[in-house]
Structure formats: C-alpha cells, structure tokens
C-alpha cells in the first residue's frame, strides 16, 4: 500500500518494488543504508566545494586566446579537468540527492529520521570544520549553492 502521509512502520517500499522491509531486522538496515547514503552525500558536497575553491584560487590563464580558439576550449580554459570533474561531481551528487528525495517519499518517519541524521552528521563531520578559521570563502561558496539538501 503506498503511503501519502508519514507513518511509523517497519514495513516499507524504497525506491524499488524488489527493496521492501518485512521484519525488524531488514528495516534497520534499510535506515543504516539511508543513514549512510546521506552522510556519503554530505562528503560529495564537501568534497566539491574544496575543489570549487581550489579551482578558483589557480590562477587564470594570463594569455588571451586567439581567434582560431573554439569557443568550448576558451570557455574551460587551463582549468579543464578541474571543471569536468567538478561538472561530474556535481551530476553524482545530484542523482544521489534525487535519490535520497525518493527514498523520503516513501512518507516513512525512519526514513526520513535516519535521512535527517545522516545528513546532520554528514554535515557536522565533513563541512562544519571549515568554519570559524576568518576563512569567509568557503562560506561565500557554499551559499551560492541553489539546491535546498546541501
């Protein structure tokens, strides 16, 4: 039966019809499971905004391109792989923050307690250190972000 409103059971479908739980024991490790995908989320984050502003602090290529230069190669640069893999980093974290939303949809109040935590201590172990060091980059590159779960 699906759910539209939250409910307290351990017996719940994620984001498959094959991942459901019937017992205690396959219920707590669905939640482990969710619990761990949201901190691994929070480490992605992290991750890319130190990329981000490593990036930002190389510098720039002093030479101007010339004419002939296609537009594409202009526009990335020295920078290259840096962008592409931060372009990457930024897709897999967006499919497994997609991920996460779906898996809250299952209107589970475990889930959604254990998707909470995760992304708390996520948070708390990889991303709080970076504050109170007079650093204001990392802040000013962290509220540039548009998606509501970093």
Request: proline content about 4%; aromatic content about 10%.
């Amino acid at each position: 039966m699906m759910h539209t409103t939250l409910h307290w059971s351990n017996q719940v479908t994620l984001l498959f019809d094959s991942w459901n739980t019937k017992s205690w024991p396959s219920y707590a490790l669905a939640l482990l499971i969710c619990f761990l995908v949201a901190l691994f989320y929070q480490r992605l984050e992290a991750l890319r905004l130190r990329l981000r502003l490593k990036s930002a602090a190389s510098p720039a290529n002093p030479s101007p391109p010339s004419l002939s230069t296609p537009l594409i190669v202009r526009k990335l640069g020295r920078n290259r792989k840096i962008r592409l893999g931060l372009a990457a980093l930024f897709g897999l974290n967006s499919g497994i923050g997609y991920l996460i939303m779906l898996a809250i949809m299952s209107y589970n109040g475990g889930v959604l307690l254990a998707v909470v935590l995760g992304l708390t201590v996520g948070y708390f172990v990889f991303r709080s250190e970076d504050f109170g060091d007079g650093d204001d980059s990392f802040v000013a590159a962290e509220t540039n972000s548009t998606c509501a779960c970093s």
